[in-house]
């Protein structure tokens, strides 16, 4: 079992950065896959990003593909999302989660975080 903890959220402007970490507690945090999704108001569970258990290798839905960067450092039992070139559209709760495998369907994480708002004005 894990414990996860999002922060890094806020306000930015359109074109701005923002770097979401997620902290996961106990000694298994590397034997998960990690994904941040994203959910707007009035809107489904969107996956945003994911990464492996090692790291290795990464995915990204189109939308954010060379904006936003996925990363983790297992040593820290951290998972980090950059973001760049923010956009008006990309304003939505954030999320880690922790899964088995690298899937963009949300209900294959079994551990989610309490999420944190990232609001991107124009």
């Not at 990363?71 to 950059?82: C, E, F, G, I, P």
């Not at 304003?91 to 551990?111: F, P, Q």
């Given at each position: 079992q894990v414990q996860l903890v999002e922060s890094g959220g806020g306000l930015v402007q359109a074109g701005g950065s923002l770097r979401l970490s997620c902290a996961g507690s106990g000694s298994t945090f590397s034997s998960y896959a990690m994904g941040w999704f994203r959910q707007a108001p009035g809107k489904e569970r969107e996956f945003v990003a994911g990464i492996t258990r090692s790291g290795s290798s990464t995915d990204y839905v189109g939308s954010v593909k060379g904006r936003f960067t996925?990363?983790?450092?297992?040593?820290?039992?951290?998972?980090?999302?950059?973001?760049?070139?923010?956009?008006?559209?990309?304003?939505?709760?954030?999320?880690?989660?922790?899964?088995?495998?690298?899937?963009?369907?949300?209900?294959?994480?079994?551990?989610?975080g309490q999420g944190t708002q990232v609001t991107v004005s124009s």
């Open positions: 996925i990363s983790r450092d297992n040593a820290k039992n951290t998972v980090y999302l950059q973001m760049n070139s923010l956009k008006p559209d990309d304003t939505a709760v954030y999320y880690c989660a922790a899964g088995r495998d690298l899937i963009r369907v949300h209900k294959t994480y079994a551990y989610w």
